[in-house]
């Protein structure tokens, strides 16, 4: 899977209070929900997009892994 970042996108990914925060301006949530239509529509076995601090998230980032599975 290729993806489109746009220019000046940011998102971050904190745990905070035990929760996952996933913090993006306008120009990082769009390339997001266009990855994960991708990972949807994927057909292949253990799809996933794996970001982090070297890949797409803001430094101090902890990294995020999406994965489909099939029920």
Excluded: Q, R, Y
């Amino acid at each position: 899977m290729k993806f489109e970042w746009f220019d000046g996108f940011k998102i971050e990914v904190i745990l905070s209070n035990n929760a996952v925060l996933i913090k993006a301006n306008v120009e990082g949530i769009k390339p997001l929900v266009n990855c994960l239509t991708a990972l949807s529509e994927s057909k292949a076995h253990g799809a996933h997009i794996h970001l982090d601090e070297f890949n797409s998230l803001e430094p101090g980032s902890i990294e995020v892994v999406f994965e489909k599975v099939d029920e």
